[in-house]
C-alpha cells in the first residue's frame, strides 16, 4: 500500500500535503481516490524460484465512499482491485491470469498536526476456485505522518483466523494458511512528493521466516489532464494473491491516473 496525500496535477501537488485528503472527491456524493489508479501496459516479472520471465499488463483501480461524517472522524466503504493480464499470451487466448479484490470498512480520523489515523477490516482474495483459490480477512490500524515534503507510514495488521481444512479439497477451510509468513504483520511506507515529483516505497518482513518485500514508484504529472508518467518497481513476495509464496522482481512503465 503506497501511502500519498493525492494530487491530481504538478501545481497541486504540494498544496495536496496541506489540505483535507478528502478534498479530491470526483462527485458531491463523497465518491474519492483511495489507493493509487495506474496502467502498466509494459511490465516485466522475473519468477527467481525457476528463472521464468512474464511480460503482462498490470493495473490498478480504487475508490472509496464517505458514508458518515463528523468533526474529528469519517467512515468509508473502499473498493480496490489489481489486475494482471497476459496481453501477449495468444495461445491461450489473452487471459487474465490474476485479478485481486479488496473491499474495506474504515474510519479515517481527521488529521492533526500532520497526524492521521485510518483504523479497519478489510478482505482480500482472488476469487479463483479450488486449488487456485487465496484470499484472507485482517483487521487493521494505519497511523500516517506528514511533515513537509515527507510522508511517512506504518500499517499493522491481525488475520481473523480461518478453520484449518480438513483436506485439500475442503472449500470451507484456510486456502494460505502460511500468508503471514510472507505478508508478515505490517508494512512500512515513506513518500517525497516536490513540485509534482513523488517517490512512494513500501517493505514488509517477516523476521521469523525472513520473508518480505520491497517496492518503489516514481510519478510525475507530464501528461494531459493531470496524469502522471510512473515507473514501478517490486521485489519479495505478496505481489499478487496466486503467487504470495513465490519470490517474485518486476518492473514496470505506465500512467498513473491518480496518487
Not at 17 to 41: A, M, Q, R, T
Not at 171 to 192: F, R, V, W
Not at 200 to 205: D, G, V
Request: glycine share 8%; hydrophobic share 30%; net charge neutral.
Amino acid at each position: 500500500m503506497t501511502l500519498f496525500f493525492p494530487a491530481y496535477a504538478a501545481d497541486a501537488a504540494d498544496a495536496a500535503l496541506s489540505e483535507d485528503p478528502d478534498s479530491n472527491e470526483l462527485v458531491s456524493i463523497g465518491l474519492s481516490v483511495h489507493k493509487p489508479n495506474y496502467f502498466l501496459p509494459v511490465t516485466i516479472s522475473r519468477y527467481t524460484s525457476d528463472g521464468r520471465k512474464r511480460d503482462e499488463i498490470k493495473f490498478q483501480i480504487s475508490a472509496k465512499q464517505k458514508f458518515c461524517g463528523f468533526e474529528s472522524w469519517s467512515g468509508y466503504v473502499a473498493y480496490s482491485q489489481k489486475s494482471f493480464w497476459q496481453y501477449t499470451n495468444l495461445r491461450d487466448s489473452r487471459p487474465f491470469r490474476e485479478n485481486n479484490y479488496n473491499p474495506e470498512v474504515f474510519v479515517r480520523t481527521r488529521k492533526f498536526d500532520g497526524l492521521r489515523v485510518d483504523s479497519g477490516i478489510e478482505h482480500e482474495s482472488n476469487g479463483k476456485e479450488l486449488p487456485e483459490s487465496r484470499g484472507w480477512n485482517r483487521v487493521y490500524l494505519y497511523p500516517s505522518f506528514y511533515a513537509g515534503d515527507f510522508t511517512f507510514g506504518c500499517k499493522l495488521w491481525f488475520r481473523i483466523p480461518q478453520k484449518k481444512k480438513d483436506n485439500p479439497d475442503d472449500p470451507k477451510g484456510d486456502d494460505n494458511p502460511d500468508i503471514l509468513h510472507y505478508y508478515g504483520y505490517g508494512e512500512l511506507s515513506a513518500a517525497y512528493l516536490h513540485n509534482g515529483f513523488q517517490l512512494s516505497t513500501m517493505c514488509r518482513y517477516n523476521p521469523l521466516h525472513k520473508k518480505g518485500c520491497f517496492s518503489a514508484e516514481i510519478s510525475y504529472p507530464a501528461m494531459p489532464y493531470g496524469a502522471m508518467v510512473m515507473i514501478q518497481y517490486f521485489e519479495g513476495y505478496g505481489e499478487s494473491m496466486i503467487d504470495y509464496n513465490v519470490h517474485q522482481r518486476r518492473i514496470g512503465i505506465g500512467i498513473m491516473a491518480s496518487r
